[in-house]
């Protein structure tokens, strides 16, 4: 009886620590995660925004974050945004957001799992806990074990802050535009099967669906919505099927058509220096702070 007893208030007691936990890494994650009150131009995404946009002495404050699926950046607009709140929001959109192999990561290979635990403690489970059903196995295990211990991770990402702005580490380094370098990130993003592969699924219904509903959710709160065409590099671009880039295209043209109050501002083709890219589809640290104004003028007026 007193072993049944002990390992009732050993769980108890796992409970208790999980939920006093998650509560101080909440608000201690909290106290960095809002809108800064100098900051009118607001952008939202994964690295194409993480590391495409440079937000010190300006008007830009970035929310991107790496390997970021829409509905988590919805998740992190619902958790920020206020309606009728005057700021520009800015969301980037590059041709491998919607392409099926990411789905196919995302579902297949899990990779959901640690984009939840960098959210938990920072929007909690409400979200997840409705979008049960569509979530990978790997991640529904982890989203019950923080639900009941709280499970918090202790990482810099919960303070929303990083290091890959303008991808400053990697400066002026041209090698990564090599043929091989290039080809490297394109199979990240669409796989190996996508070349040459002219009967392959071109993109994803259901990250196309995610990035709707985000675009409906911020023309509800923001009068001014700018989708960001970011851009890439001419050997990482040639590797796109015209199926696959005429898709982008398309689905920028849709996203027009049932939102036409929204700017759109497609960069993906903007010739800029070699030394200004990180790798074939990211800025470096000089060719964020030049394609940041750029964007900034172009926004303002």
């Not at 919805?74 to 929001?89: D, E, G, R, V, Y």
């Not at 392959?200 to 995610?210: M, N, P, Q, R, T």
């Not at 993906?268 to 702070?289: C, M, Q, R, V």
């Amino acid at each position: 009886m007193k072993f049944v007893k002990h390992i009732i208030l050993s769980i108890a007691g796992i409970f208790v620590f999980g939920l006093i936990m998650n509560f101080i890494i909440k608000r201690i994650a909290l106290k960095d995660f809002k809108i800064k009150a100098d900051k009118t131009i607001l952008v939202f995404g994964d690295s194409h925004a993480e590391c495409n946009f440079y937000d010190e002495g300006n008007e830009i404050q970035n929310f991107g974050v790496r390997s970021e699926a829409p509905n988590f950046t919805l998740l992190k607009a619902q958790h920020l945004l206020k309606p009728n709140s005057n700021q520009k929001i800015v969301m980037t959109l590059s041709p491998h957001n919607i392409s099926n192999w990411r789905e196919k990561q995302y579902y297949e290979q899990d990779s959901s799992a640690g984009m939840i635990s960098k959210y938990w403690s920072l929007i909690g489970h409400r979200y997840l806990l409705n979008n049960y059903s569509s979530l990978p196995v790997k991640t529904r295990a982890l989203l019950h074990l923080k639900k009941v211990t709280g499970a918090p991770n202790i990482e810099s990402s919960f303070l929303v802050k990083n290091n890959f702005k303008g991808g400053f580490y990697r400066d002026k380094d041209t090698t990564i535009l090599s043929s091989k370098f290039v080809k490297k990130s394109f199979q990240r993003h669409f796989g190996d099967e996508n070349f040459n592969n002219k009967n392959i699924e071109l993109s994803s219904e259901k990250f196309k669906k995610y990035f709707i509903e985000l675009i409906d959710f911020t023309t509800s709160t923001n009068e001014e919505v700018i989708i960001i065409g970011t851009p890439v590099h001419e050997k990482y671009l040639s590797l796109l099927s015209q199926e696959q880039y005429g898709d982008y295209k398309l689905f920028l043209s849709q996203l027009q058509e049932e939102f036409p109050k929204i700017q759109i501002l497609d960069y993906t083709e903007l010739s800029i220096p070699d030394n200004f890219y990180l790798d074939s589809d990211h800025l470096n640290f000089e060719g964020a702070k030049y394609f940041t104004e750029l964007v900034i003028e172009e926004i303002n007026n």
